[in-house]
């Protein structure tokens, strides 16, 4: 049970007390205890534990109480008295921006509703409008919040995360004062998707001042929720939070690695600090006295967070593996782990054109990929059963060869290379979406799941199973199937997937698409261990989809896939002596 954890859970009883129509003051006080708590310097269980409550300011006996309980029971009785109080859709209201608890529990009592859909329903039809003391622009502005609600959900994906981050974070770093500045939270991490992005300053408390007024004005920024003295929160323009918590530079390692997290990886720090006689928190590193208490007047010296891992015995841990994976043993003995990165990547494979549902023709795509230093190009289109995505019949195959064909003796001066490949439909048996004689003609296949993806786990797996054992095979395109934050992932076992690809020298691509990025990383060490290949895969339909081969990279080094793993870090020769390999596997097999 962490402070945030008990927080959290005073906010909602400050917020259930609202809709129920409590006694305003007494829900004003949770919300004070909430805040309280946030700010401590030391872990609410030793309170409970010492029974201190009650000596923290702003908490009272009562709420001492229901923190006791919650830390007992993983609930509190105010808490459960209130949910039966208030209709359950009525909570989400509150996220409805501009929509305060008062004016939620009139119109629910006025028009009988409760689910946000009905709330839009009704703004939409004047019956919000003509309650008093709403009118149309309070109803059009409730449509708007809820339409922005839908848009952006709760979580980011990657992509639209470091569209602000970014921005942002390059600002932030050139305004004066500003001594170190770096990104923090799950987007350092590399994370797939985003909750909140998370920027840390260090700078003289005196210059915390301008910094904060430059952040808030910030052209991005639509919205500050909140300006403290060390932290500012705002919302920006596509509706991302953004947090920036300035500490002082001697604070700053231990601020950033703590505001880096994960939560799991920091449990483990800190358990290692105290194994070692030390505490561990956003602060710094300290010494403990006789009690086993932070003692603040005896700091460790550390001056970068590698000291501060170094003092707990460990090699510095790069960020996108601090989730509590395994990284602590690892870097208990070995001091780096080889990771791909971006300039490692000599070609692009995986890419559709205009023969399928591509936004350009190959030629163009080609172009793109030299302009970017690229080597060679993989095209691969949709199969003959993807109609739906134009996916090409065997007509259409001999057609698009022989204008490769041509295409690569145009660019033989240019030392570039395009591969006939083709992202071939895996049948709901198993098999592959061609004739073996066009199958033949091809120099790369990803085979991938387009349709019927509902199967259940044991014909999933034996459908991939299938695929994964067909010679023709070089690669599972997107595994699980998922759309980050709109499409679950298929019923699938990943690290039997994973086993039965090494074990057949078959790859899983990690499609760096910013809505897929599958392969998962949490199976990185499942990967690792069965020596799996893959290959950073843009699944580009555009020129711009190249790009997307960077949050691939993010993911395949969260993976702890090094160079030597990844097959498009080859270049056009040793690219196509593996695939010939792989056919000849295919051949062999005849
Ligand atoms: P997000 O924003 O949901 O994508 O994920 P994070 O990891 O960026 O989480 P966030 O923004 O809530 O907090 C940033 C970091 O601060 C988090 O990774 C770890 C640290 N942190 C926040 N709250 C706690 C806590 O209650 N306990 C511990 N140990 N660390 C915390
Ligand atoms: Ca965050
Ligand atoms: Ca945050
Ligand atoms: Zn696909």
Known sequence: MTNKDVAEKLRKVYNLMQLAG??????????????TIEGLNEEITTHIEADTLTDIKGIGKSIAEDIKAFSETGTMPVLDALKEKVPKGLIDWLNISGLGPKNIVKIHKELGITEITELKEACQSGAVADLPGLGQKSADKIIKSIEYLEKFGERARLDQALNVAEPMFEFVKELDGVIKCEIAGSLRRAKETIGDVDIIVAANADDTGSIFDAFVNHELVTE???????????????????????VSEEEYPAALMYFTGSKEHNIVMRQRARERGMALNEYGLFKLNKEKETDFDQPVSASSEKQIYNKLDLN????????????FSYYEDNETMPLVEGADIKGVVHAHSRWSDGKYTIKQMAEACIERGYEYLAITDHSQTAAYAGGL????????????DRLNEEFSDKNFRIFKGIESDILSNGSLDYPEKILEGFELIIASIHSGMEMPLEKMMARFEAAIRDPFTDMIGHPTGRLLLKREESKLDLNKLIELAAEYDTAIEINANPWRLDLDWRYGNKAKETGLLTSINPDAHSTDGIDHIRYGVMIARKAKFDKERVLNTKTADEFEAWLMKNRRGAVDAE
């Not at 409590?22 to 805040?35: M, Y």
């Not at 500050?224 to 300035?246: H, M």
């Not at 019949?393 to 490769?404: C, F, G, L, P, S």
């Open 22 to 35: 409590e006694n305003r003051f007494r829900a004003i006080a949770f919300d004070r205890a909430a805040q």
């Open 224 to 246: 500050v929720l909140g300006r403290g003295d060390t932290k500012s929160s705002v919302r920006t323009e596509n509706g991302r939070q953004v947090d920036l918590r300035i």
């Open 316 to 327: 510095f841990i790069p960020p996108e593996h601090r989730e509590d994976y395994g990284e």
């Open 393 to 404: 019949t065997v007509d259409e195959v001999k057609q698009q060869w022989e204008e490769i």
